[in-house]
Nanobody, 127 residues
């Protein structure tokens, strides 16, 4: 059974940092892009960052570019999101997701392209 489990969320003041982790199990993920999405109350789920298989390339939403860094450790089946210079508008539930198809050259920004999701971890940034 495939499982993705996020951790590392919490309450942080504006300007602070958090590191989210996503532990993957149930299949070999090194051939699949892994992506972070987030969803704030009353808003649609939005793309945050993606890393392709074997960490070949990364992609970031404009709103987080330069502040967030996505990485993966395939030996541990882990994906990370380092978030620096956090802003109140970063407040959301953050979800880790695994691509539906292997070996994509670019992580998709569309949630429908991901068939495995974690339960989410809450990030709250106070002003």
């Amino acid at each position: 059974q495939v499982q993705l489990v996020e951790s590392g969320g919490g309450l942080v003041p504006a300007g602070g940092s958090l590191r989210l982790s996503c532990a993957a199990s149930g299949r070999t993920f090194n051939r699949y892009a892994m992506t972070w999405f987030r969803q704030a109350p009353g808003k649609e789920r939005e793309f945050v960052a993606a890393v392709t298989w074997l960490g070949g390339s990364t992609d970031y939403a404009d709103s987080v570019k330069g502040r967030f860094t996505i990485s993966r450790d395939d030996a541990k089946n882990m994906v990370y999101l380092q978030m620096n210079s956090l802003k109140p508008e970063d407040t959301a539930v953050y979800y880790c997701a695994a691509d539906r198809l292997p070996l994509r050259n670019r992580g998709s920004r569309n949630p429908v392209d991901y068939n495995y999701w974690g339960q989410g971890t809450q990030v709250t940034v106070s002003s």
